[in-house]
């Protein structure tokens, strides 16, 4: 009776390499970036093309020459002037243009004995499609794989390191959302709100209030941007700041901590 072959399986890291610091990698991403084979990166256009220098400054100082190789893919256009009703399609469409993407990518770059990686700007549990986007792509039953997941520092990790505070106080809870979230109006029995994705700068409409805000931009990158201070004295001055970033690099990323003050301060 012969020796029965197996096939090989297919093996992902989705790693977090942080806020864009290359020291922001931990030793287990680096362990990973090693094992890895194939690395799989999404190109943004040209605008954002200084994100795809970073991830390959990363690996030409952590992974060693010659033994892996990069596969680059366009990223689709989302639809960012859907608003209401119509932002959860746009967000689900845009998700399974990704999955096309990623399961091309898989099947056709990745050999059944390889490894390959996926890396996640921050930490791949917040606020970021790479997990769920797997997981539809493995539904779909196409292409067979395993993925594991390599937690990274995130901006909000990096963004109160910076500015030397935490993200609660004593006793107290402390809530992340969105920018679109929070122009709805201040999470109910908080008083630390993180906010991310805020492209509209949602903040301002609470400058009336008696909150301090912590501000940063391009986190960990050497075109970091750090404000803080009460919101009524600096929301004029972070958006001048967020505007003149955003028309000399083209895009901006940025992330916040709003803290109210409360009778006992």
Do not use: C
Request: net charge negative; no cysteine; glycine share 10%.
């Amino acid at each position: 009776m012969g020796v029965r072959q197996t096939r090989g399986v297919r093996t992902i890291h989705v790693i977090g390499i942080g806020a864009g610091d290359p020291d922001q990698l931990t030793l287990q991403a680096v362990k990973a970036l090693r094992d890895t084979d194939v690395f799989f990166i999404l190109d943004k256009g040209e605008v954002k093309s200084d994100l795809t220098r970073l991830r390959r400054d990363m690996l030409e100082a952590h992974a060693p020459e010659g033994t892996y190789r990069i596969v680059e893919a366009r990223d689709p256009e989302r639809d960012r002037s859907a608003g209401g009703a119509a932002y959860s399609p746009a967000v689900g469409d845009w998700r399974s243009a990704r999955a096309d993407i990623y399961e091309q990518l898989i099947a056709g770059e990745l050999g059944e004995d390889e490894t390959g990686a996926f890396l996640v700007w921050g930490d791949p549990s917040l606020y970021d499609s790479t997990l769920g986007i797997l997981q539809e792509v493995l539904e779909r039953g196409k292409v067979a794989f395993e993925y594991d997941v390599v937690p990274g520092i995130s901006s909000v990790s990096a963004l109160v390191a910076r500015h030397r505070t935490g993200l609660n106080r004593v006793a107290r809870p402390v809530q992340i959302t969105t920018g679109r979230r929070l122009a709805e109006g201040f999470p109910e029995g908080v008083d630390d709100v993180v906010v991310m994705l805020d492209a509209h700068q949602a903040f301002r409409r609470y400058a009336d209030q008696d909150i301090d805000i912590y501000w940063g931009a391009y986190i960990g990158t050497p075109d970091e941007i750090l404000v803080s201070g009460p919101l009524a004295e600096t929301a004029e001055r972070i958006e001048r700041l967020r505007a003149e970033a955003r028309e000399r690099k083209g895009w901006i990323m940025d992330t916040y901590l709003l803290r109210r003050r409360t009778a006992e301060e």
